[in-house]
């Protein structure tokens, strides 16, 4: 998965190591955002409670 950075003019996250002409600070190594979706996916989908969400009927 790719890196993440976090443009230093706009403050948006971008996967591009340049933004607004100028080079965006790192964020999220790949390996970390991989891990991190995985997480994610597997609270979401099998134990949201965990976290404290409660899902309606459409999810
Ligand atoms: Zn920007």
């Not at 230093?8 to 100028?22: I, L, M, Q, S, W």
């Not at 991989?34 to 999810?59: F, N, Q, T, V, W």
Request: include cysteine; aromatic fraction near 8%.
């Amino acid at each position: 998965m790719r890196d993440i950075y976090r443009c230093r003019v706009c403050k948006a996250f971008t996967e591009d190591r340049f933004h607004c002409g100028v080079e965006a600070e790192p964020f999220l190594d790949g390996r970390r955002r991989e891990a991190l979706s995985k997480l994610m996916s597997y609270i979401l989908r099998h134990d949201p409670g965990s976290i404290g969400l409660s899902l309606d009927s459409e999810g």
